[in-house]
């Protein structure tokens, strides 16, 4: 079995960065595609981003895209999202997920699409 670790969250201002980390044990994810999910208070889990197996195809939501990237490192067994000009509705628990059961793409931005999820980090952005 998987498990998946996050880290890196924190508390940061308006317009900073951070990067968070997702460490896989148990099993290579190498071939897993990845993503990372958040949940504001009060709100539903929302897709944030995710990544192919090989790190070639990526998927953002509208809400980040050009302030967040999505990467891995097969080798480590990591994924990351470096997260820049951070805003205070970016504020959430962000989650860590794997599809080992290889689904398509066309679910690659749902909960469901995913069968291993990780613990969670939090990230405050303050105004």
């Known amino acids: 079995q998987v498990q998946l670790v996050e880290s890196g969250g924190g508390l940061v201002q308006a317009g900073g960065s951070l990067r968070l980390a997702c460490t896989a044990s148990?099993?290579?994810?190498?071939?897993?595609?990845m993503g990372w999910f958040r949940q504001a208070p009060g709100k539903e889990r929302e897709f944030v981003a995710a990544?192919?197996?090989?790190?070639?195809?990526?998927s953002y939501v509208d809400s980040v895209k050009g302030r967040f990237t999505i990467s891995r490192d097969n080798a480590k067994n990591t994924v990351y999202l470096q997260m820049n000009s951070l805003k205070p509705e970016d504020t959430a628990i962000y989650y860590c997920?794997?599809?080992?059961?290889?689904?398509?793409?066309?679910?690659?931005?749902?909960?469901?699409?995913?069968?291993?999820w990780g613990q969670g980090a939090q990230v405050t952005v303050s105004s």
């Open positions: 990544i192919g197996w090989s790190g070639g195809i990526t």
């Open positions: 997920a794997a599809d080992s059961q290889g689904t398509g793409w066309d679910i690659a931005k749902n909960a469901y699409g995913y069968d291993t």
């Open positions: 148990g099993r290579t994810v190498s071939r897993y595609r």
